[in-house]
């Protein structure tokens, strides 16, 4: 008989019986205990009413008083809604008490209470009314007292009904507490009955089964003395539950063994994993010692052919000759006696080009016996295993690495080699990069040298022509051979003219690139750093900042250094604009105490600003030219002046030419009589050693200069070495212009305005609230090919919980707006791949839906054309790169405000 049979036929008649019983009583139990619950939660609901009654009595009271202490517009309605919602709050809980509690007590407590409280708000609402009229006003101390006798009743009388609630909850659970502990205890006693005859059939049935459980026990622990790959099995051969329990142990033992070997080969693969991170880690310390390309292949191949048990390996670089790519040879591994012929190969040519044209790994094994050979200090062997592996970036291959083994190659090299191949790409397409910014600068560096030659071969050429003329025009009527000659002349002249504007028009278009080419990577260079610089998280250190605003300070120094370039450019070609106005002086002594004070507090030199009482108060020149000529001269005061002070006086020159002179003083180093002609030259400073003590690329005063002369005016130094220097900046002048008093009132408006643009930190932030709620959930469309640009106004724009899509090209942004024509703003990248810009935005202007959908053209190019040809193709706005992140959400909130309207 089985054991589950006897179990269930000794005790189920017991068990039955004392089931029905306990259900029984617990069933009563329950149901005592649910109606208990009822009314104690009503109870407990109408308590927590009074009590809320009494909360609110209390809280009118405090609100009143705070509403007639205290009468400022700011606090009063904020006080004035407490107090209101107080008693709306207090109605509220004696409507539902009123409803709950049906004695006739609290009732008649509850009518008196409502009197009570209309009498309270009429009363109240006199005392606010008359504190509201007449501020300055006593309150009425009668009427004050009464609406206070009023609230104490009022709060008695909660009391009186909070007690009431306590008392009956206590009567009810009274009640409850007897018949709940009989219940109690006729469970216990059914109880104990039952577990006594439990107990002895228990008994009966364990001698019955202790033979097969013994045996049971004795396999089971021997299992901790055991491997837990080799497990024993239990041999009981009964079929009731210990056979059952012997079959699943059986089982158990035969899982448990197969998750041993699972485990051991978990753990394999954990350390195959660390191995190869440990490697990857291992290579990618060595690409920050990498210059070129070459050593970067040479370092690559020593490095990687030993890693993954190779013994000789070659490195192809795919090259263009001609037309035509090849994969060329660049760097090998322990190569001995290697062909020529497999030095290069075409697209698709052996192994190495298929490897190329179908972008996968190709593997050989059983290679052999005159395939390439092996060789050592002791012997030549053939290989028994090759690989050839392509690396790529963005969808082409960038180069080939074939290595070879004696023995075949494990996954775990494999992998390797895969996740080291998927890196290199990127840091080849890096180094490349570098490597053609380097050979532009060169190349725009011999471009500039070359058309200065040519300046200067014209300036020769145009004196001689002017000689010849003199010549000609004595011999004219004599002489027809030399007329020709002449015109021969003139027209070789007019050729080299054409020449040399075509020259200056390349090196206008080489420039705009070359500006794109570098604000580009500038751009999100400077935007990324901004972010990092507000530490938004604030999860950085102290070291951390200080790294992350020199990075922003550097980014801002070359952006600078590409505007000067510009500027430098604009004025060479005759194409800097001269916008002139009248400025007030004061104005620009105010500008240069704002710019240049921190610097003087920082370097603990004095600054002097200072003009004279017979100056002028207006001037009629171009403001931003006047302003960066003094900056320039201002800024390298400062740089050469370690103590003393640095000064800048205004004031008259007698001349016949009536002038205003701008003298811009220092203490500093001073410069030697023969270098004070060098200093204005282009890339010339007057110490140009390698180990000159100051920086600069020596372009600001020779743009000063410039400037200088298309205002009208020049520059002059005056200096002594070791005792400092003066730069006079002289421009032109009317006495007789007036300035009457509408100009006046335009001027103080324009700095008033000026002085509320410096707005405080509290203002910044309203600012930026007001920006937040403008771009909060719009939908924002960015169209660059430049991941990075992308990345950056990404994260900067993630803050003021904008929606983002992007496109790389302009095909892909039409593509987007038509999945998406609820996008709100469109920042539109101008030099694109496929499709550029400018096509993109006259497309999506064709189409009716988006005539009137916000883009602002974003764009490397810092020319002057560059903007009327974005506003001519559709654009709404214009900026420049690297991008100004304050401008831009200036930018955009406006044209999405304007939307808006």
């Known amino acids: 008989m089985k054991f589950r049979t006897k179990l269930y036929a000794s005790i189920g008649s017991i068990l039955l019986l004392i089931s029905i019983v306990v259900f029984i009583l617990l069933n009563m139990l329950q149901q005592s205990t649910v109606e208990m619950h009822v009314v104690v939660n009503e109870l407990n609901d109408r308590i927590n009413m009074s009590s809320d009654i009494m909360y609110e009595t209390a809280n009118i009271g405090r609100e009143l008083r705070e509403i007639t202490a205290d009468q400022s517009n700011e606090n009063f309605l904020t006080r004035m809604n407490g107090w209101e919602q107080s008693n709306v709050n207090l109605k509220l809980a004696l409507e539902s008490l009123e409803k709950h509690d049906t004695q006739q007590k609290s009732q008649e407590l509850i009518a008196k209470f409502k009197t009570l409280h209309t009498s ?48 009956e909850l206590k009567n009810e659970l009274f009640r409850s507490r007897d018949t709940y502990n009989w219940a109690v205890k006729i469970i216990y006693i059914y109880f104990a009955v039952g577990l006594g005859l439990a107990i002895a059939i228990t008994l009966w049935v364990i001698r019955s089964i202790t033979k097969n459980l013994n045996n049971v026990t004795t396999v089971m622990e021997s299992v901790t003395s055991r491997n837990v790959a080799e497990l024993p099995r239990i041999a009981v051969r009964t079929k009731d539950e210990f056979g059952k329990i012997a079959a699943a142990f059986n089982k158990m033992a035969t899982e448990l063994e197969r998750q041993s070997k699972l485990e051991i080969r978990l753990k394999n693969e954990a350390e195959e994993h660390s191995w190869l991170q440990t490697k990857i880690a291992e290579i990618a310390t060595m690409y920050p010692k990498v210059k070129d390309i070459q050593m970067l292949a040479e370092m690559l191949i020593v490095k990687l ?78 290989p028994k295993s090759s690989i050839i592996i392509p690396v790529k970036f963005e969808g ?51 471009l500039t040298e070359e058309l200065q030659a040519q300046s200067e071969e014209l300036q020769v050429q145009q004196e001689e022509l002017r000689t010849t003329n003199e010549k000609l025009e004595e011999q004219y009527e004599s002489s027809e051979l030399k007329a020709a000659e002449l015109e021969k002349v003139r027209e070789d002249l ?14 206008s278009e080489f420039l705009a690139n070359m500006s794109h080419e570098l604000r580009t990577p500038l751009n999100s260079l400077l935007i990324l750093a901004k972010i990092l610089s507000e530490n938004g998280d604030g999860n950085l250190s102290g070291k951390q900042q200080e790294y992350i605003r020199t990075i922003y300070s550097s980014g801002q120094d070359l952006l600078h250094l590409i505007n000067d370039i510009l500027d430098l450019a604009k004025v060479e070609s005759g194409k800097l604009e001269v916008v002139s106005k009248e400025v007030e002086l004061k104005k620009v002594q105010d500008f240069i105490e704002r710019q240049f004070t921190p610097i003087a507090r920082q370097k603990g030199v004095s600054l002097t600003v200072y003009a004279d009482e017979l100056v002028p108060i207006h001037l009629r020149t171009d403001e931003h030219r006047l302003q960066q000529i003094l900056k320039n001269l201002l800024s390298n005061a400062f740089k050469f002046t370690e103590k003393g002070s640095v000064a800048l006086v205004i004031q008259k020159v007698k001349t016949p030419q009536p ?44 743009i000063s200069r410039e400037i200088a002369y298309l205002l009208g005016g020049h520059i002059d130094i005056d200096s002594e070495e070791g005792k400092g220097s003066t730069f006079t900046l002289y421009l032109p002048y009317d006495e007789v212009s007036e300035w009457n008093e509408e100009n006046l009132a335009i001027t103080e408006v324009a700095a008033s305005v ?46 003021y919980e904008i929606n983002i899509n992007f496109a790389e090209s302009g095909k892909e942004a039409l593509k987007e ?11 539109m990248d101008i030099m694109m791949p496929d499709m550029d810009g400018f096509e993109a935005m006259r497309l999506i202007r064709n189409k009716d839906q988006f005539t009137s959908l916000p883009i602002i053209a974003v764009t490397a190019k810092a020319m002057k054309h560059n903007r009327d040809e974005c506003i001519a193709a ?14 831009l959400f200036s930018l955009m909130s406006v044209w999405l405000y304007r939307k808006k309207e």
């Not at 009425?140 to 306590?166: P, S």
């Open 120 to 167: 309270y708000q009429d009363i109240a609402q006199q005392v606010i009314t008359v504190q509201r009229l007449d501020s300055e006003a006593f309150i009425d101390i009668e009427l004050w007292e009464e609406a206070e006798i009023t609230r104490q009743r009022m709060l008695q009388i909660g009391e009186l009904l909070h007690g009431l609630q306590e008392q």
């Open 305 to 382: 052919v030993p890693m993954v048990g190779g013994s000789v390996g070659i490195f192809y670089m795919k090259e263009v000759e001609e037309g035509q790519q090849y994969m060329k040879k660049r760097a090998a591994y322990a190569l001995v006696d290697h062909s020529k012929d497999f030095d290069r190969f075409k697209i698709g040519e052996g192994l190495i080009g298929q490897c190329v044209a179908e972008q996968k790994t190709i593997y050989l094994t059983h290679i052999p016996d005159n395939y390439i050979k092996i060789h050592s200090g002791i012997g030549v062997t053939s």
């Open 396 to 446: 082409e291959v960038l180069a080939v690495v074939e290595i070879a083994s004696l023995h075949s190659f494990s996954s775990s090299q494999v992998k390797l080699l895969e996740e080291i191949m998927s890196n290199l790409g990127l840091t080849m397409n890096s180094i490349m990069n570098r490597m053609r910014v380097d050979k532009l600068l060169q190349e725009s560096q011999s």
């Open 494 to 507: 007019e050729e080299k003219a054409q020449q040399l504007e075509l020259s200056s028009q390349y090196k």
């Open 659 to 702: 002038l205003l002179a701008f003298s811009v003083t220092d203490t500093g180093i001073g410069i030697a009589k023969d270098k004070q002609d060098t200093i204005f030259e282009v890339f010339k400073q007057a110490d140009g050693t390698t180990s000159r003590q100051y920086g600069g690329t020596g372009l600001g005063l020779s």
């Open 754 to 799: 000026e002085e509320e643009v410096n707005l405080s930190d509290h203002e910044e932030l309203m600012v930026q609230q007001q920006y937040r709620s403008l771009l909060k959930d719009k939908k924002i469309l960015i169209v660059d090919d430049d991941v990075r640009n992308v990345f950056a106004l990404t994260s900067a724009l993630e803050k």
């Open 817 to 827: 707006l038509q999945d998406h024509p609820d996008t709100d703003l469109i920042l």
């Open 874 to 887: 559709g654009a709404s706005d214009y900026i420049s790169k690297p991008i100004d992140l304050d401008q």
